[in-house]
């Protein structure tokens, strides 16, 4: 059964191809739908073996498929965990859920099946990442994911807007891949190889705290191009500029989940290098804090859901740096239901309300579309982590595990639990503006509830989002049993005392319900609170990390561009190959007399050449 | 003593024949000249128990070869344009210079390095019959012997090609 | 004084300097021609003595061959001169310097 899940892939990559290549003759709908049954055949040819996993009748096992690179131990072949498996169930459940809601979504759109194909490119270039059992075959996933995510924020590339969002998330990643790919060589320099199984059962041995050290940063660099963290998780919220069922499948469920993944697989060297593990932490943790309070200020839909993704991404780099990596995964899951949940249900409003993004434009949809309005409200409580929704078990696991640490670590514990509240708070801000109250909508908006190819992905997703949290309960901790294999080789923590789990939940549950209570009293009303002091400015402009950016790197880089355009290239570069050139014609010119066309002149060089070869071998050679 | 007394009647004929084929004004004198250098080295390879290459040297160079050159000299007329051009006394000078020191350098090249006529002549042992040769030539050698066939197959084409499509140069030229 | 190889290698020397010299001075293309006809010949002049010296009929074999390849390289290039005469109506090389650079 196992040695056939090279379909997985075979499947979405068949789909990329028919419609990228023959999409215009299949066109509206029928490209859609194949995209669709491509990727759910997938999912369901993925079910079994992962059930095989989750009841034991399956065992962990590495299929070999073919011989790639041989001498660096790169051979393709797929690693069949439950790390994998588990993201192979997402990616390819998610993502069909998504296909069937563009369907909907892109209706119309001249450019329908080339949108299929490039989602369907990006299914396989995940599924390439999630199921590599080596590093390089993980790193050209990890790279066409990066290709397909640069195709699909851009695809409406004739908004200049889109062009330069697709450019910026490609280039701002690239610097996440080069240490990703200097953490390779240094591994390969180190083993000799880029095969998990070896690299994981001799990291011990081989690697000195140093070494592990630099791989893991290295490694983390990568991550934070891919997830979004500090400092390049700009590019994330102008990725809102693709089309919605992109930023939820890419931004939200699946992509960004790369990185986390990536150190996830990598746990083993994690655990190596402390310092890293702390590194992680904190920048996992500010870069919760800072991107919630961000999202607060926000007033585009899709851009506070952008900035809440990189909070919620901050918390499972959290999980990983603290060596809660099951947490981390947990998360990384549940997220990536209640996440796409949630972008599908702002598409749902955006395409509803006729591509109105901003929510002061919103208000009282409620009644207009009702579908949307329950299943964004699961959504709403699980992301705000309201007992028993799903986000609820996964960001407290995150946080009692950063507790459990004790010391200094309470800190960041108690950032965690700051950006809890603000999680709350600007969900809830979000969910009021957006159905409550009442009509704010511009003129001649007559808001209507989407098709059911777009609602029956948020009713999926709904479901999922409250009851996927009860498989990890701290009573009943099935999740991390799952999951056991896959970090066989990394110690265990105890899991905390139950009462004091219970204690900690509650908390954090009562302040998601403070957070929750603040917000929606402060614009549950008929006249919304003024923001438009310097905080909402800033913060509406994310606080001018781009401008920082743009004036300490990209300024700069531009003037060195440009002087070497100007300075070195015209007459250095220039300079030397018109020197050749010049100085080419000016010994032809000389050289050309010798060319008299006169045969005996010729023929006399051939005999006076004859003469001073013989005289100088009896000079060499003593002949005299 | 008689082998030197031929060698060297042979060898001044082959000398004196070079030079006239070398200074004659009229190309005719200058065949002539190289066909008696030709046979004097026929006599020579005699000499040098080389019985069978002397019988090709005669039959082919002094019978085809200069057959051929004479024909072609009647073909294009006997060209005497030659002595339009005034004769460039730096130019003679240099070839005379340049041939001399040649010749020197030879000599002085090949002088350590000379046999120095272990094998005395008249005990020879070795005879350049068609036995022989043709041992050699078709045991050891026939693939070059047979590329050679090729050789002259293709020199044979050549000459037919140059001869056919040379015909519509002045036509071209008219084109042009 | 008795004949030994020295004196045919001086000859054929002296005959390859005369050819040289031809070939130099004289601008009729068919005199050049059998300028480079003697130079041939006084190195077939060579390999016979040197392989009556060495007592190898190798050296007989390959004045064979130099006279085949003489042959062929006669039909070419007195083709190629009645080509050129054909064209140029002479056959004095000196006129032949189309390809001055």
């Known amino acids: 059964m196992t040695d056939l899940l090279w379909i997985l892939i075979a499947l979405p990559l068949t789909g990329a191809f028919i419609n990228i290549v023959f999409g215009k003759r299949i066109g509206e709908p029928l490209a859609g739908w194949l995209g669709f049954v491509l990727v759910g055949s997938a999912w369901a040819i993925a079910v079994v073996p992962t059930l095989g996993l989750l009841t034991g009748s399956g065992t962990p096992e590495t299929i070999y498929l073919f011989s790639w690179i041989p001498v660096v131990g790169a051979d393709a072949a797929i690693l069949w965990d439950p790390l994998s498996a588990l993201l192979t169930m997402i990616v390819t459940g998610v993502g069909a859920l998504i296909h069937l809601y563009s369907i909907g979504y892109m209706h119309g759109d001249e450019r329908f099946a080339r949108f299929f194909g490039y989602l369907n490119l990006f299914i396989a270039s995940m599924l390439i990442l999630v199921l590599a059992s080596n590093y390089a075959v993980m790193f050209i996933g990890w790279e066409l994911v990066g290709l397909s995510s640069y195709l699909l924020i851009s695809f409406w590339f004739k908004k200049p807007s889109a062009a330069a969002a697709g450019k910026k998330a490609f280039i701002v990643n690239r610097i996440g891949d080069w240490g990703f790919l200097v953490a390779l060589m240094i591994i390969f320099a180190s083993f000799g190889t880029f095969d998990f199984g070896v690299i994981f059962t001799t990291a011990p041995v081989v690697l000195t705290t140093g070494a592990a050290t630099a791989i893991t940063l290295l490694l983390f660099l990568g991550a934070t191009g891919k997830s979004a963290q500090i400092p390049l998780y700009i590019w994330l919220p102008d990725a809102m500029e693709g089309p919605t069922p992109v930023s939820a499948l890419i931004h939200a469920a699946t992509m960004v989940t790369a990185g986390v993944f990536m150190m996830a697989r990598s746990a083993v060297l994690f655990e190596l290098a402390p310092i890293s593990g702390v590194t992680i932490a904190v920048i996992g943790g500010a870069t919760a804090l800072l991107a919630a309070v961000i999202a607060v200020t926000q007033m585009d839909i899709k851009k506070v859901l952008a900035y809440s993704t990189i909070s919620q991404l901050g918390y499972m780099v959290m999980g990983v740096g603290v060596g809660a990596y099951s947490a981390g995964v947990f998360h990384l899951s549940t997220h990536a239901f209640f996440k796409a949940l949630l972008f599908l249900g702002a598409g749902s409003v955006i395409h509803g309300m006729a591509d109105e993004q901003d929510m002061r434009k919103m208000g009282g949809l409620r009644k207009a579309m009702p579908v949307t309005f329950v299943t964004m409200t699961v959504g709403w409580l699980a992301i705000s982590g309201i007992f028993p929704f799903s986000g609820f078990w996964s960001k407290d696991e995150i946080l009692a595990a950063t507790f459990q640490r004790g010391g200094p670590w309470l800190i960041l514990w108690a950032v965690g639990i700051l950006a809890a509240l603000l999680t709350a708070f600007y969900m809830t801000r979000l969910y009021v503006l957006t159905f409550l109250g009442k009509p704010r909508w511009a003129e001649g908006t007559e808001p209507h509830e989407s098709p059911w190819t777009m609602t029956l992905p948020l009713a999926v997703l709904a479901v999922a989002a409250v009851i996927f949290g009860v498989f990890n309960t701290p009573a009943r901790l099935a999740f991390e049993h799952f999951l056991e294999p896959s970090f066989a080789l990394i110690s265990h923590a105890e899991p905390l005392d139950l009462p004091l789990a219970a204690v900690l939940a509650l908390f954090a549950l009562v302040v998601a319900i403070g957070g929750i209570a603040w917000s929606w009293f402060r614009y549950n009303r008929d006249e919304l609170p003024v923001e438009e002091g310097g905080f909402w400015q800033r913060g509406l402009n994310g606080f001018a990390v781009d401008d920082l950016y743009g004036r300490v790197i990209v300024e700069p880089g531009k003037k060195v561009c440009e002087w070497f355009a100007d300075s070195v290239d015209p007459k250095g570069i220039d300079g030397v190959s018109h020197g050749i050139a010049q100085g080419v014609r000016t010994a032809g010119d000389g050289l050309k007399t010798l060319q008299s066309g006169q045969v005996r002149s010729y023929a006399g060089g051939i005999a006076i050449g004859a003469v001073v070869l013989i005289l100088a071998v009896l000079a060499l050679g003593g002949g005299f | 003593m008689g082998e030197l007394i031929v060698f060297i009647i042979f060898a001044t004929v082959a000398l004196v024949s070079a030079i006239g084929m070398v200074l004659a004004k009229n190309p005719v004198y200058s065949a002539i000249g190289l066909l008696g250098a030709m046979f004097s080295i026929a006599v020579l390879y005699v000499l040098l128990d080389a019985h069978f290459v002397a019988a090709v040297q005669v039959i082919v160079y002094a019978g085809a070869v200069m057959t051929l050159f004479l024909f072609v000299i009647m073909l294009i007329g006997v060209d005497n344009r030659e002595a339009y051009g005034p004769a460039v006394p730096a130019q003679r000078i240099m070839t005379a210079v340049v041939s001399i020191g040649l010749f020197a350098a030879i000599v002085l090249a090949g002088r350590a390095a000379w046999i120095t006529g272990s094998n005395a002549f008249g005990t020879p042992d070795l005879n350049g019959t068609i036995e022989n040769v043709s041992d050699e030539l078709f045991g050891t050698w026939t693939v070059v012997f047979l590329s050679t066939v090729m050789l002259l197959t293709i020199a044979a084409l050549g000459t037919i090609a140059l001869a056919y499509f040379g015909t519509d140069v002045p036509d071209e030229e008219a084109t042009l | ?101």
Not at chain 3, 1 to 13: D, R, Y
Not at chain 3, 23 to 31: F, G, H, K, Q, S
Not at chain 3, 54 to 70: K, P, S, T, W
Request: proline share 0%; net charge neutral; aromatic share 6%.
């Open chain 3, 1 to 101: 004084m008795t004949l030994t190889i020295s004196w045919f290698l001086i000859l054929a020397a002296a005959l390859f300097s005369i050819g040289v010299a031809g070939v130099l001075i004289r601008r009729n293309a068919l005199v050049m021609f059998m300028s480079i006809e003697l130079m041939l010949n006084s190195v077939n002049l060579t390999f016979v003595a040197v392989s009556r010296e060495l007592g190898l009929i190798e050296g007989q074999v390959a004045a064979l061959f130099v006279m085949v390849v003489a042959a062929a390289e006669v039909t070419i290039g007195l083709a190629i001169i009645v080509a050129v005469f054909r064209r140029k109506a002479s056959a004095n090389v000196d006129e032949l310097a189309e390809l001055r650079g």
